[in-house]
Structures are given as C-alpha cells and as structure tokens.
C-alpha cells in the first residue's frame, strides 16, 4: 500500500515493525518450548537437577529384597521440543487467540476513520467498544459446556469462521443499516468468540502433562502460548488495520481481515486435535507419555470430607444444576479469587486496548497516523514479558516458593505494578508523547505477569469443570469488557478527566490483588 501523507516515516516504521515481531515470535517459541519442571512447586520441595532426576527414575524399590536395586535400563528421555505434538497444539491455539484479537482490537483502530466517515461522536464510540462484550455475555458458559461434552476443536473452528464472516459483514450492514448495523454485527461477532477461552481451557487441559509428569507440569506454558497469541494479534492488527485502511479504507480493512481468519479456520480443523489420540502426527513415544501423565490425580477424600461431600450434593438441585456447577465448587473462595481478578485485568488491560488511539489523538494531538508506533509499543512490551514468563517461573521454583506462592507473586506484582505506571499518565501528557508511551509499555509488559498468575490458576482448581469454570470466569470478565468503556466514556464527558479515569483502573488492580493474595489455591475443588 501506498505510504501515507500525514506521516512520512510509515515504511521504515512497518519494515522495523515487522522485524521486531518476528524476532519476538521466534524468542517466543524457543523460550516457550514445554520442557521447564515445574512440578516441585506444590509441595515446595527442593527442586531436582538434571542428574537426581537420572537417578531417581533408575531405582526402584523391591520389598521382597528390602533394599534399592539399580534398573539395568536408563531412564527413557521426555519425548518433546519445537516439533513435538502438543507444541504444534500449542502453536496453533496460540494463532487462534492471534486471529480472534485480530478481529476483536480492529475496532478500536478503526474508529478514528469511522466516526469522521459516519459522523458520530464520543457516545456512540463507548456503544460501539461495548457492542463486542454484550455479545460475549451470552455464549460463553453454554460453549465451555459444549467443550467439554464434544471437544474444543469443532467448536473453536466454529468460533473462528462466524467471527471472520462477521468482520466482513461490518461493511455490508453499514450502508443500509448505518451504525445499528455496525453495532449487530460487531455485537454478533462477540456472541460467536465467546467460547474461545473455555474452549482454550478445555483444550489444552487435553494436551498439557500435569505435575506429576517427568518433563514437569507445563500448564504454565500452555496458557503463555494463550496470550502470546493476544498480544501478538494486539501488535500485528495495529500496522496491517492502518496500512490497510490508508490504501482501501476501514471498509476494505474489515473485509481483509475477516477473510484471512476465514481461511485460518479451514487450516486449525485440519491441524489441530481433540486429544493427543487423535492427532495424525503424534508420535507413538510421545502418545504413550501424554496419555499417562495429562491431567493430575485428586487427593482421596477422608471420612470426614466425604460425608461433607455427599451433604453438599444433596443440596445441589435447583439452581445449582442450571448453572452446571456443584454449590461448594461455585461458591469456593479460590474461584472467585480467580474470576474478580479475571474482572479486573480485563478492565484493566482493555482499556489500554480500546481507548489508547482516542487518548493520543485527542489528548496528544497526533494524527493516526503518528500514533501508530506509539500504539504498537505496549504490545510489543506486553508481548516480550509474556515470553519471559517461563524463565521467570523457573527462577521462582529455583527459589523454593511453591506453586500457590507462585501464582500470588505473578498476579499481584502484575497488577500492582501496572497501576503504579498507568496512575502519572495523564498528568505527564503535556510531555513528549514518549513518555506517555513509556508508562504505557511498562503497564502492558506487567500485565504480560498474567499468564503465570491467574489465568493459570484455572487448570489447577478443577479437573471436571475446566469449561464451566472457564466460562462464567471469562463471562464475568467479559462484563467488566462491557462496563469499562461505558464508565470510561462516561467520566470523560462528564469530567473530562483522564486522571480519573486512570485512577478508576488502579483501584480494580489493587482491589483484586488484595482479594487474590488471600483467597486464592491450587487445590483441586471438585
């Protein structure tokens, strides 16, 4: 496309843009690989090295001698790498949420061309960023459910393909429709990505080995692979919506980018799989060891538990069967430390998402077409701390801090940092733009903690209600999806604050910090 007027650098900018990202992805793969041991961290033990690992798996115990006898054969190794199964699994679940953030952060962009094509203004703007969240509230908890009765694969290709013939039809309802048009189907994509991340939970709860497995729990990594994924659409949509819109308009950019994820979609139904069992490429070694050590075993129940169990279950008709969750497991205190923290980073890490391109050409005063560096960096931040957070993880275990301690310290640094970033934002905006920028990126890379924190946090409570639990916590971030940019547009007209608003974020993050820091487990609940 044709490089734009408005800001002469714009093809240096795209060509060190698409340098960067693709050193980043290729520091991602490398750095991400599932072969971290991360399965001391619950009990806090002494972490094993490569050699008393050898020698614990070459001897066995035989009572009948009453002493340890050397196996004749050595330890087989960890079928993994780049290559293996779940790593491909994990690569395309990874352009999965890449092509979904895609067409979710397309808007945002957008907006700056559509409001001066449609003529709308600030309200209409905090509508059309909520649209996408109404949609999601009403699908998400019915196709985690769906996940976990017929697998995720078809049901993520679904999500997929509807989500890319909505892009497309952005366009097509604008003309008759103006924007009630824009705002159905923006609001009808939202309804058909709303399964993405109870699907995603549901699908690597099938491939990623658990705690007990030699190679080490890699759920950690599965989930990073999840938001390596939303940050590298987050950065990518940003040069490629512009350079688009620039040459054919934001009409044109919607159609591109929706039959792109059209054509993605075909190419997940034919890689991906249920279960290791079902992939054509798995090989036998590495079939053998996933299937021996996917998922982790519950502690058997004492007397005393069990009888509490069974009284609890007597309890569980009504409504506790329409919600599809047992009582005890919906009202546990560790859920709910993970679904308000899940409210919180959504308000939180959105807002930066939805509203950074009004901020800098409304309060900054650069043109879109200045602002799009300036834009790309928190992505870019976000992106490499999210490749970080496997070595990050693995200093932790070497410290000693088990796995709930863990996943405290990445969530609560997490947010309490960000917060502290994005607080001086606006009194800083009469500085040069890169300071703003600088605070923002910092913000981002913080929020990039999440992975390991949190969002983790998911697999480890619950081996049976993985969808469920996923959806209502997913659900309920969705709602503060939809409330942040009503409260955001709402306190710019009313106060034309962006101070207040900033300080609105860094509440959420501490409120959820202190409720995580106290109520949160890696129990199984189920």
């Known amino acids: 496309p044709p490089r734009s007027t408005l800001f002469p650098y714009t093809t240096l ?25 991360y399965g001391h961290l619950r009990g806090g033990a002494r972490p094993l090295t490569d050699s008393r690992i050898r020698i614990k798996r070459s001897l066995t115990y035989q009572p009948a001698l009453g002493q340890l ?38 808007l945002g962009l957008l907006l700056v061309f559509m409001s001066k094509d449609m003529g709308f203004g600030m309200s209409e703007k905090g509508s059309l960023l909520s649209a996408i969240a109404v949609g999601y509230l009403f699908t998400q908890v019915p196709g985690g459910a769906l996940a976990d009765k017929l697998g995720a694969k078809n049901v993520m290709t679904a999500t997929l393909l509807f989500s890319g013939l909505c892009c497309v039809a952005v366009p097509l309802l604008a003309a008759p429709f103006g924007l009630r048009g824009v705002w159905c189907a923006i609001a009808l994509m939202g309804a058909f990505q709303g ?13 990623m080995p658990g705690k007990d497995a030699p190679g080490g729990d890699e759920k950690a990594w599965g989930t ?49 799989a249920d279960a290791p069992s079902q992939c054509w490429y798995i090989s036998t070694a590495e079939l053998d060891y996933l299937n021996k050590y996917v998922g982790q075993p519950t502690k058997p129940k004492s007397a005393k538990g069990a009888s509490k169990a069974v009284a609890a279950a007597g309890g569980e008709g009504g409504v506790w069967r329409v919600l599809g969750l047992p009582r005890h497991v919906a009202l546990a205190p560790g859920v709910w430390a993970v679904f308000l923290a899940h409210m919180a980073f959504n308000f939180g890490a959105y807002y930066m998402t939805n509203w950074n391109p009004t901020y800098y050409v409304e309060a900054l005063g650069l043109t879109a077409a200045q602002a799009r560096i300036h834009l790309a960096m928190p992505h870019v931040t976000n992106l490499a701390a999210k490749a970080l957070n496997p070595a990050l993880v693995a200093m932790v275990a070497k410290a000693g801090v088990p796995l709930l301690g863990s996943r405290r310290l990445f969530t609560s640094v997490g947010f309490v940092v960000s917060a502290l970033c994005l607080l001086p934002v606006a009194r800083l905006k009469g500085c040069n733009p890169w300071v703003s920028t600088a605070l923002f990126s910092l913000a981002n890379a913080f929020f990039g903690l999440a992975p390991s924190g949190f969002k983790a946090n998911y697999l480890d409570i619950t081996l049976k209600y993985v969808g469920i639990i996923a959806g209502y916590g997913n659900t309920l971030g969705t709602v503060a999806s939809w409330a942040g940019p009503q409260l955001v547009a709402a306190l710019l007209q009313r106060f034309e604050s962006w101070d207040l ?19 949160a487990t890696v129990d199984v609940i189920d």
């Open 13 to 37: 900018f795209r060509s060190r843009t698409r340098s960067a990202v693709l050193a980043l992805a290729l520091v991602c793969a490398a750095a991400n690989k599932p072969q971290a041991r």
């Open 69 to 106: 006898l050397a196996s004749s054969s050595p330890a087989a190794p960890v079928p993994g790498g780049l290559l293996a199964a779940r790593s491909v699994q994990g690569y395309l679940l990874m352009l999965t949420r890449m092509f979904q953030q895609s067409n979710r952060n397309l």
């Open 195 to 207: 399964p993405m991340f109870p699907t995603s939970s549901v699908f690597l709860s099938k491939w």
């Open 224 to 272: 990073s692979m999840l938001d390596i994924g939303i940050s590298l659409g987050s950065l990518l949509i940003i040069p490629t919506a512009n350079s688009i819109a620039d040459a054919v308009g934001w009409r044109g950019t919607y159609t591109t980018v929706g039959l792109a994820t059209v054509a993605f979609a075909c190419a997940w139904h034919v890689l991906a």
């Open 501 to 519: 608003v900033l300080a609105a974020v860094a509440a959420s993050n501490a409120a959820a910090t202190l409720n995580y820091a106290l109520r």
